[in-house]
């Protein structure tokens, strides 16, 4: 059996069911890391004294990575924009680039880890190191979890490509709207967290 | 699948690498600012209002909500309701708490 409207659009909702799922499920991923960030706030008014995150965070570092993710967002929208142009190349280009740039921004991730644990920072030390941990990983997972998809979207998943090219290109666009998602808390994230 | 001819796919894809110049020179901002060391109350404001931009540039045109379906803005007008109230609710508890 065929599983219906992958590609054209449901005649109630005007959209094809991955992308309402995708936004659906967007949607309780804000209320996931809504939650986290209204425990930083209420940890923050909360304390007598809360630290400035730049003077224990690496700016530097997270600037970087903030570049990184956003020049990401734009690789994975250039990707789609390829497959809807019939450029299979060109695709694989920018979602190759797109990985790529994950690699990279894990790495930079591990590195600042690797440098609080150095000092002796663990989420065990005080409200701050906790909230960041768990913010930050929390993010790091989801990072993860797109670049897993997106292996799969430039390997074995690219075969649809030949047998249902717009069925493909969807499940690409609906990939590149979890990224921006990604993309979007940490435009929330540095600031908040490394900047104040 | 959008049924957008290949002159306005190529149109979008410019305005893509615009708004990411415009989100790279967004970010050096936010930093930048960071330096100045204002007061607790202006940096936050000011922080925030720089990362609502962007947020709104990448919802707008990376996830296209710009020209998006009825449905989907239905979804995300729920969404913010309750994100509202997850932000403030808790903290209206706490203001009570002090008196």
Partial sequence: MQIPYTVEARPDTGLYNAKLGVWLFLASEVMLFGALFSTLILLRTGAAEWPHGYEILNVPLATLNTMVLISSSVSVVLSWASLRLGDFKKFRLWMGVTFALGVGFMIIKTIEYASKFEHHLYPSNDNFMAIYFTLTGLHGLHVLGGMIVMAYLIGPGSRMWKSQPDRFTNRVEVVGLYWHFVDLVWIFLFPTLYLL | ?99
């Avoid at chain 2, 930048?32 to 922080?47: K, P």
């Avoid at chain 2, 931009?53 to 729920?78: C, D, N, P, T």
């Avoid at chain 2, 969404?79 to 009570?96: K, S």
């Fill in chain 2, 1 to 99: 699948m959008s049924g957008h001819s290949a002159e306005e796919i190529k149109k979008e894809t410019r305005v893509y690498i615009l708004v990411f110049v415009a989100l790279a020179a967004l970010t050096l901002v936010t930093v930048g600012v960071s330096y100045l060391h204002l007061s607790m109350g202006a940096a936050i404001a000011l922080a925030l209002f720089i990362a609502a931009i962007k947020g709104s540039l990448v919802a707008a045109f990376f996830m296209h909500l710009i020209s998006e379906r009825k449905l989907i803005y239905a979804v995300l007008i729920l969404t913010a309701v309750f994100f509202v109230a997850l932000i403030f609710l808790p903290l209206g508890g706490y203001a009570d708490r002090l008196g």
